[in-house]
Nanobody, 117 residues
Framework: QVQLVESGGGEVQAGGSLRLSCAAS????????MGWYRQAPGKQREVVLT???????VQAYSTKGRFAISRDNVNNIVHLQMNSLKPEDTAVYYC???????????WGQGTQVTVYS
C-alpha cells in the first residue's frame, strides 16, 4: 500500500502562484508515475501533470507554460508549482501515484485550490 499526504493549496488572486506538495509513504519502491489530477465542480477528474522516475511527464495542455512538476525520488515527494493561475484552475487537486506492475492507483485526500478574479 501507498499513502499520499498533500500540502499546499488555498486561495489566490488570478495571476498568482501556489505550490502543492505530496509525500508518499508505504510501499514506495513500487511507485512508477506520480503527479496531480484535479476535479472542478460538475466536471470529471482530469490529469494536470504526472512524472515518472526518469522524468517523463504528461501534462494538460491548459497548464503548459504555467505549471511545472518536480520529483524527489530519494524522499518520494512531488511538487507542483502553479504560476499565472486562472479562475478556471479552481478545483480540488489530488495527488496520484501508480504501481504499474500491480495495476494499482493511489490517491491523496485532495486539496482545494481557489483562484478568484
Amino acid at each position: 500500500q501507498v499513502q499520499l499526504v498533500e500540502s499546499g493549496g488555498g486561495e489566490v488572486q488570478a495571476g498568482g502562484s501556489l505550490r502543492l506538495s505530496c509525500a508518499a509513504s508505504g510501499s514506495i519502491s513500487r511507485i512508477d508515475a506520480m503527479g496531480w489530477y484535479r476535479q472542478a465542480p460538475g466536471k470529471q477528474r482530469e490529469v494536470v501533470l504526472t512524472i515518472t522516475p526518469d522524468n517523463f511527464t504528461v501534462q494538460a495542455y491548459s497548464t503548459k507554460g504555467r505549471f511545472a512538476i518536480s520529483r524527489d525520488n530519494v524522499n518520494n515527494i512531488v511538487h507542483l508549482q502553479m504560476n499565472s493561475l486562472k479562475p478556471e484552475d479552481t478545483a480540488v487537486y489530488y495527488c496520484y501515484a501508480e504501481n504499474k506492475r500491480a495495476s494499482m492507483d493511489y490517491w491523496g485526500q485532495g486539496t482545494q485550490v481557489t483562484v478568484y478574479s
